[in-house]
């Protein structure tokens, strides 16, 4: 184990349950990449696959890689507060174990949150990527840039109601220690609600302050098309969450969680906060619901049209990708060539097993 520059600062927490070829490929990852740091894993898989994960710990020398056994059953947002309470450093991230988070904005983005008070967090671009079925190629990465909104306004009200209005999760972000424990530690009455656990990190990040978004990729992170990825994008994770017989039990301590920082950051008390809190999810719904659905819905009704053949279907496919390439390029360009982001692609498509040089970007 070595250290650097950024090893007294900055400590990686990365939850794992039964994953552990993805703890693997992103073990390996950083071992080649990331500069030496502290890694805390908070492992909550059953016997076999927590084995595997230990040994894959102690096989990591480059970083102060730490394992740390939790009971299956316990809440992600519990093991995350637990996890988090281990951290030494002032500042550190929260890496999914599927995800990957890049080296070279490093320094930079936290030198940004050194020098300013009022940046309760950084998130570069991520980018998303899965198989790209569904642009008619099965042996190539589909890669999926997401920039998000700059959060920067001057009153919490403002910036809770622009974050949810703009919705981009902020669960995974560099940030100081101390501010995430206390935001987490808020939020574990929400158990298992993943969704308003998500849902309420984030908004407690913009009542806190403001929110950094540089110009360059800081994550890659793993969509699911038969899960996750395809649940979100139908909005039907949302409805199981929102149609179970006690959500409005949940939402009821969502409410009293958000109202009581933003009467702490705003001045707003009792039923003026709660009804601020409602308001900015009104925002939220009316985002996530309204403005995404009917998008995904027209593109289905226009490949189902009878006079759409499969000449149509791929000139038009071909067309599309050509055209959000450029616009990418013309927009983040600069970031989207940075040599960290095209080793990470060639890492996975040799990782994963699909073309090489073929990812399509969009």
């Not at 730490?66 to 996890?83: L, M, N, P, Q, T």
């Not at 100081?176 to 574990?188: A, G, K, Q, Y």
């Not at 759409?308 to 990418?328: E, M």
Request: hydrophobic share 45%; with cysteine.
């Amino acid at each position: 184990m070595s250290s650097s520059p950024l090893s007294s600062k900055l400590t990686l927490v990365v939850p794992t349950r039964n994953r552990p070829g993805m703890l693997d490929r992103l073990l390996k990852y950083w071992e080649m990449s990331m500069p030496p740091l502290p890694i805390i894993v908070a492992d909550s898989s059953e016997a076999s696959p927590m084995a595997v994960n230990k040994a894959l710990c102690a096989e990591t020398k480059k970083h102060d890689i730490s394992h740390h056994a939790f009971d299956g059953e316990i809440a992600f947002i519990e093991k995350v507060a637990r996890a988090v309470e281990l951290v030494r450093t002032p500042y550190m991230f929260l890496c999914a174990d599927d995800d990957f988070l890049l080296p070279s904005p490093l320094a930079e983005f936290l030198a940004n949150l050194e020098a300013a008070p009022d940046i309760v967090c950084v998130q570069g671009l991520s980018v998303f990527f899965r198989p790209a079925i569904s642009v008619g190629y099965n042996d190539r990465l589909l890669l999926d840039v997401h920039s998000g909104y700059r959060l920067d306004q001057s009153t919490a009200t403002e910036r809770l109601n622009a974050h949810l209005g703009h919705y981009r999760a902020l669960i995974y972000s560099l940030r100081r220690t101390s501010e995430f424990l206390e935001d987490v530690r808020l939020v574990v009455p929400l158990q298992d609600q993943l969704m308003l656990m998500e849902l309420a990190l984030g908004s407690l990040d913009a009542i806190r302050g403001k929110i950094s978004r540089p110009e360059k990729v800081m994550t890659m992170i793993e969509s699911h098309p038969g899960g996750a990825y395809h649940k979100h994008k139908k909005v039907t994770y949302w409805n199981q969450v929102i149609f179970a017989p006690d959500f409005s039990h949940w939402l009821g301590i969502y409410i009293q969680i958000i109202a009581s920082q933003l009467e702490r950051f705003s001045g707003l008390r009792g039923e003026a906060a709660e009804e601020e809190v409602r308001r900015s999810l009104v925002a939220f719904s009316q985002e996530h619901f309204t403005m995404r659905a009917p998008k995904i819905d027209n593109k289905a009704k226009f490949f189902n049209l009878p006079v759409v053949g499969p000449v149509i279907k791929k000139a038009w496919l071909k067309a599309a990708k050509l055209y959000d390439y450029c616009r990418l390029m013309n927009k983040h360009g600069q970031a989207l060539k940075a040599e960290d982001f095209r080793d990470l692609i060639k890492y996975l498509e040799k990782h994963i097993g699909y073309a090489p040089d073929k990812s399509i970007i969009r």
